[in-house]
């Protein structure tokens, strides 16, 4: 028996669609482009070489041709660094197949070619440069891929980098000429000349012969590539990353009204600074976003199960369009199945969702006496809870609840991808749930009475996801254990069953390796988890978790190659706001906007849902 998917017949051996081919693995790494990638890194290093060292540059033929007329040694030896500099900086590209680095690299090869040439006197370094010039315009078919989204800020980047490495590579061009060298110059001296040729300009230090001519020359050429890369950076055309339109959020939203309550993370596909792919029938979705060159997707495919397969191929299609490394964030274990033998691709455990089976809470019993303890405690001091849908609240103080949120996260950034909206009180979200504690002072502060927030968003018609928490700081505490307590005895009269609170990164490993028998892989694996919740809140999460007696759901991180992992976590950092590349204004010097509501993303801090 066979069953329809997106035009196709699905079933029989898995992996493989009715027309009996294997689906799509993902863009796997080419062989020729790697190759071309890295030769494009040696032949750059022997340029540079060629440019910056004397002994690269010993020959008859080139005391010879220092004084025949017309000899251009100097600007030669210039040409052949800032070509080596260029094919670095063109390296990465070309390993990624983008078609801008292979025409890049096609006009460079034959400057670097004459360079060596010319300067060296080396048949056997153009030989090589002409080498690598051959296979490029052969595979040129193989370098396709489309521009990454991209921004401003990348001009900037590049500044400091490339004046950094040209500083440094600067100080060895001055420093490797010491029997032509007049005097001993210091470092102050050196570091001086450099700075000033990198501007065209003369420095402190002096050398005999046509040295100083070289020196001057090469320390140009360095200063010339940064600014002209960092000028062509910064006044191309942005290529800005895709944003949910109203359209694509529309379809999303009729999705997750059939099939919504199937994946907790279903309604954080809502986010509006992700791009969404769609089956080709419409029944399916997946959205993601692109960090440094990995296109991250969040959570299971939406929509219809049966669909899946068809949304799967649009996105490994558009990752390989781009030459973007795939990689999905948090899946199921369903979402995790499907994805492997859809793409072939491998499955990692992150850790485990903490779901809270609302008919099966309650305060009673041993297990829970710390939560009860606590609870009452508050509630003695003045504090009660009110819980409401957002579509319930009136508009001055759903407003104050927005500000108060962005006042109270604990970082300066936003928090949030895979598990966080990322804004309060929008208007098509007034299925989403607020619970806030409050208590009367004798002096009011900004906000009232409020005192703190939690915000979830739907999950199918009888579910919740816990998006974010925020406190006031001088709130007394406890303030989340008392409104996660509050939601949950308040989840009834909503048709709320079940409720999704944090996930807990490894939680596995920290549960096994603190129970007696552990062996030592295992003590020691916790331990390094430990010791890393300095920093992220690996454990303070599992045991928040824990004290409310959730039932574990484990979700999974999709990938390529392990030796993707490293730049899949940095990405992921990145797209969760823990790693911040932009520098970002003091909060003080930010706008405020009443409306539409800023994002809220995840916490900052202790208040997280995920680290």
């Not at 274990?333 to 609302?358: P, S, Y």
């Not at 703190?452 to 199918?460: E, N, R, T």
């Not at 574990?552 to 190659?561: G, H, I, N």
Request: hydrophobic content about 45%.
């Amino acid at each position: 028996m066979s069953v329809r998917i997106d035009g196709e017949v699905s079933g029989g051996v898995p992996g493989r669609s009715s027309r009996g081919r294997r689906l799509p693995r993902g863009p796997r790494p080419e062989s020729v482009p790697v190759l071309v990638g890295r030769a494009a890194t040696l032949v750059g290093l022997l340029d540079i070489a060629a440019g910056v060292f004397p002994r690269f540059r010993h020959s008859r033929m080139h005391a010879l041709a220092e004084v025949l007329p017309g000899s251009f040694g100097p600007f030669a030896a210039a040409l052949s660094l800032s070509s080596g500099v260029l094919l670095l900086l063109l390296a990465h590209g070309l390993k990624r197949r983008k078609r801008r680095a292979w025409r890049a690299a096609v006009a460079l090869l034959p400057v670097g070619a004459a360079a060596q040439f010319a300067y060296r006197h080396s048949i056997v370094g153009a030989l090589i440069a002409v080498a690598l010039l051959v296979p490029l315009l052969r595979h040129r078919d193989q370098f396709a891929a489309l521009p990454d989204p991209r921004s401003r800020w990348r001009a900037l980047a590049n500044f400091v980098l490339m004046s950094a490495g040209s500083v440094l590579l600067g100080l060895v061009i001055v420093s490797v000429h010491p029997g032509r060298t007049i005097g001993d110059p210091s470092l102050a001296d050196r570091l001086t000349h450099v700075i000033y040729g990198l501007f065209g300009f003369e420095g402190p230090v002096d050398y005999q012969g046509n040295t100083s001519w070289t020196v001057a020359f090469s320390l140009g050429a360095l200063g010339w590539i940064t600014a002209v890369t960092t000028i062509y950076l910064a006044f191309r055309p942005e290529h800005p990353a895709a944003r949910l339109t109203e359209e694509d959020e529309e379809k999303l939203r009729a999705l997750l009204a059939r099939h919504g309550g199937r994946d907790s993370l279903g309604h954080f596909a809502l986010r509006r600074d992700k791009a969404v792919v769609f089956s080709p029938s419409g029944k399916a979705a997946v959205t993601y976003r692109v960090v440094s060159g990995v296109m991250l997707a969040s959570g299971d495919p939406i929509g219809d199960v049966e669909a899946w397969p068809g949304a799967i191929e649009r996105f490994m299609d558009e990752a390989r369009a781009h030459s973007w490394t795939p990689a999905v964030m948090g899946c199921s274990e369903t979402g995790g199945e499907v994805w492997t033998r859809e793409t072939g691709l491998d499955a990692l455990e992150l850790g485990d969702e903490a779901v809270v089976d609302v008919a099966d809470f309650s305060l009673a019993g041993r297990a829970m006496r710390n939560v009860r303890q606590m609870v009452k405690r508050i509630e003695r001091a003045g504090y009660e809870t009110r819980v409401r849908r957002i579509r319930d609240l009136g508009e001055a103080e759903l407003e104050r609840i927005r500000r108060a949120a962005e006042d109270w996260r604990g970082t300066d950034t936003e928090r949030g991808f895979s598990m966080a909206l990322g804004r309060i009180g929008d208007p098509a979200d007034g299925d989403c749930l607020i619970a806030t504690a409050h208590k009367q002072d004798d002096e009011p502060g900004e906000y009232g009475d409020l005192k703190a927030i939690l915000h979830f968003v739907p999950w199918g018609k009888d579910g919740v996801s816990l998006d974010l928490m925020r406190r006031d700081r001088s709130a007394d505490p406890g303030m989340n254990e008392l409104l996660i307590v509050a939601a949950l005895q308040a989840a009834g009269k909503f048709g709320i069953t079940r409720v999704s609170l944090n996930f807990a990164m490894f939680r596995s490993a920290l549960a096994r390796g603190e129970k007696i028998g552990a062996g030592p892989v295992l003590r020691a694996w916790r331990g390094l988890l430990v010791f890393l919740s300095r920093w992220f809140q690996i454990e303070s999460l599992y045991k928040f978790n824990a004290k409310f007696r959730p039932r574990w759901e484990p979700r999974f991180l999709v990938y390529r190659a392990s030796a993707d992992l490293p730049r899949i976590g940095f990405a992921a950092m990145q797209a969760e706001g823990f790693v911040t590349l932009a520098v970002p204004l003091p909060r003080f010097l930010r706008r405020r906007r009443p409306a539409p509501p800023r994002p809220c993303g995840h916490v900052g801090e202790r208040d997280v849902r995920a680290a």
